[in-house]
């Protein structure tokens, strides 16, 4: 069981060195509070929103309050269809953050493990994987989305596979290269010369070392994957049925309401800006705790 404990804490301590080095920091602090006010929103959103994403608000008289400008009953204003903006956005939060995040740890783990594999056998392994990350290189994402769309159909889901499925390149090359340098270490060849299995040595030995790239490249992955989510939905891409920052910025571009009705605007370009630099901020300050120098700076 010793082990087994001890690989345990070779996992927490790297986290919780991160974050004890991102609440040391200015800027993490307020990418943490930034990242943590939307998450919250993201679960509780739909039930505080005054009304529902879709639910049309009515004026006093009954009609539809078409594009209301901000007011005290409607503090974001109303869109083209009557529905409350404020409202859209606290729930638009939700599609984000799921997209974000489940895409993130995809994109961690399929990264880690290929990077890991690739770098421990070498040879002919190494050549097919680095092969594999050179094609997800070599393929536009935006052309790849049409196309999966076309074929697959709209989804929130369908939208984490494209992202998944392309961005898991980066952090697999980056984790090769450490790993291409920690099997050469001391501690690993006299595993490898006590007997221990491949799988024992990358899981107990390298994994560890690598595993707070991983974490950066989950921070940094969540902000990719958040704004290529918004990029899809504002080209029309985007989960049908359901809201999200990126569709009501599109919805507003469709009914030529883009510059006329600036609440419609502002609200889902200021709140996904605002998360995207949460992130920035948090992974700014776990890339100070991987790269001491920094701190300097």
């Known amino acids: 069981m010793e082990p087994q404990a001890n690989t345990i804490g070779s996992f927490v301590k790297p986290i919780s060195n991160l974050f004890r080095i991102i609440t040391k920091d200015t800027f993490g602090k307020i990418g943490l509070f930034i990242v943590g006010l939307v998450v919250i929103l993201a679960i509780i959103g739909p039930y505080i929103s005054p009304y529902g994403a879709f639910e049309i608000v009515r004026n006093a008289d009954g009609s539809v309050a078409r594009l209301e400008p901000p007011s005290f009953s409607h503090p974001f204003g109303t869109d083209v269809f009557g529905e409350d903006i404020l409202s859209q956005t606290i729930i638009g939060s939700r599609i984000s953050v799921i997209v974000g995040f489940v ?16 770098g421990y056998f070498g040879g002919k ?3 097919a994987i680095m092969r594999l990350t050179d094609i997800a290189y070599g393929i536009p994402f935006l052309p790849f989305a049409v196309v ?3 074929l697959l159909g709209t989804g929130t889901w369908i939208v984490i596979f494209a ?13 090769r290269s450490q790993v291409l340098t920690l099997r050469e270490r001391q501690y690993v060849l006299a595993a490898k010369a006590a007997g221990a299995s491949s799988a024992r040595i990358i899981i107990y030995h390298l994994l560890p070392n690598v595993f707070p790239l991983t974490l950066l490249y989950v921070i940094f992955g969540t902000a990719w994957a ?21 569709q009501m910025l599109y919805t507003a571009f469709i009914t030529a309401s883009i510059r006329s009705a600036w609440w419609w605007v502002l609200p889902p370009a200021a709140t996904l800006t605002a998360f995207l630099v949460g992130i920035y901020f948090v992974g700014r300050a776990c890339e100070e705790a991987l790269n ?6």
Do not use: C, H
Not at 103 to 118: D, E, N, R
Not at 226 to 246: D, K, N, P, R, Y
């Open 103 to 118: 895409s993130a740890i995809f994109i961690g783990l399929i990264g880690t493990v290929a990077g890991l594999i690739s």
């Open 292 to 297: 001491p120098k920094l701190r300097a700076n």
């Open 226 to 246: 958040v704004l290529t989510e918004a990029g899809l939905s504002f080209l029309g891409l985007g989960t049908i049925g359901s809201i999200s920052w990126g």
């Open 163 to 175: 992202v998944v499925i392309l961005y898991w390149r980066g952090g697999a090359r980056v984790i």
């Open 148 to 150: 999966l769309v076309a």
């Open 125 to 127: 392994v190494d050549n």
